[in-house]
């Protein structure tokens, strides 16, 4: 919903790629849905049946893509889906070693940006690698963006907190069951709101038709998890520091670069994703739509006006946030009025309900409701024998 409500102010209707179930089903701008298939697994599928939807089209449709899997499998069969699609992407190459955080460790020291000291650990084939020469602590994260492995590790955040070399040697076991290649980076100390960014999107030619910054407020969980609440910012020193990555990578599209800002001051690179993301849709009530100005561009159409995305326009999810501010004690009335003034809320506006009423609230308390009669009928509960 965060890459529809953009182009729906803009008058943008969509036809969405999703699960049974899924918010975006139910937008009132989403005019048809096609069925998702698993854009890890099962690319070749996935783009047929794209080619299939683009040949009952009176002109090729533009296309947009928003998390890792849809970026990696339109990259990867560019040439198939350009017979049918209009996109912008960044180049092959690139888009391979920004996404494999390996490749993007080796790329950034071959061009000097900056980022952490960090290591690339093997569990599985090496059976002594926790013995690293990096500074502790350190944060373990997975190499690619396939969590399904990382969720055996650690269910919840994207990445652990490792203070001691020790500690990495008691996690070896659980990293090589899991058969996870994983990075140790040493850490950059703070919370994540000390996380800021810089979002742009780049010509073909590489001019830089657009950008701004932000910084997250909050995530679920505290410490390395997903965004739940972030709000715009203007930062020069995030902008300066953005523009020159971008130029050294050579990088065209669309792109968010994270950074984390130490005690000092200083900006250190923590990744870089070229892809359209959940920020565009408060840059969008900010001012700066890249979304349309994107759809502008692949249809010779007028570009809107690429102004200064205005700062403190805020983003929320309301249901994983309240959850995140519950986790922190700090869910109570300040963090209600603070949601209800929120500008952008993940799936809900009120002249588009539906994604939020049918796709978030409904099945949660659903689920919720199934829990609490389980717990209420004894579903589950271990016989005597089994506790001991």
């Known amino acids: 919903m965060d890459l529809v409500r953009p182009l729906a102010l803009a008058g943008i209707t969509c036809v969405v790629v999703a699960r049974e179930g899924d918010p975006h089903r139910y937008s009132r701008y989403a005019a048809a849905s096609l069925d998702w298939v698993d854009h890890w697994t099962q690319q070749g599928a996935l783009v047929e049946r794209l080619m299939r939807f683009a040949a009952s089209q009176p002109a090729p449709p533009a296309l947009f893509y928003q998390s890792t899997g849809d970026l990696l499998t339109v990259s990867r069969h560019r040439e198939r889906l350009r017979e049918a699609f209009r996109f912008v992407i960044a180049p092959a190459r690139l888009v391979e070693e920004l996404t494999d955080k390996s490749l993007f460790q080796r790329l950034a020291e071959r061009l000097g940006l900056p980022v952490p000291p960090t290591r690339h650990l093997r569990p599985t084939s090496d059976p002594g690698g926790w013995d690293v020469d990096v500074r502790f602590p350190v944060v373990v994260k997975p190499v690619t963006r396939q969590y399904e492995r990382w969720t055996k590790v650690e269910s919840d955040a994207k990445a652990l907190r490792v203070d001691s070399k020790e500690a990495l040697r008691e996690l070896w076991p659980r990293l090589a069951t899991a058969d996870v290649e994983v990075l140790a980076q040493e850490l950059i100390v703070g919370p994540e709101s000390r996380i800021e960014s810089y979002h742009t999107y780049v010509d073909e ?184």
């Open 205 to 388: 030619i590489g001019r830089v038709v657009a950008e701004f910054t932000g910084r997250k407020i909050r995530t679920r969980p505290a410490e390395f998890g997903y965004s739940t609440a972030v709000t715009l910012t203007e930062a020069p020193d995030v902008v300066a520091t953005g523009r020159d990555v971008v130029r050294r990578l050579g990088l065209t599209g669309v792109a968010k670069l994270d950074f984390k800002r130490a005690s000092n001051g200083e900006l250190f690179l923590l990744e870089v994703n070229p892809r359209f993301t959940l920020w565009h849709h408060p840059a969008a009530l900010a001012g700066l739509n890249i979304p349309a100005i994107v759809f502008a561009d692949l249809t010779d159409g007028q570009r809107p006006p690429a102004t200064g995305a205005r700062p403190g326009v805020r983003w929320c999810d309301l249901w994983e946030d309240a959850a995140a501010a519950r986790a922190v004690g700090s869910l109570g009335p300040r963090w209600v009025l603070s949601a209800l003034s929120c500008e952008a809320k993940s799936g809900f506006s009120w002249d588009d309900p539906m994604p939020f009423v049918r796709g978030v609230a409904v099945p949660r308390l659903r689920a919720r409701a199934r829990r609490r009669l389980s717990r209420h009928l004894g579903i589950g509960r271990p016989t005597p024998a089994a506790s001991r």
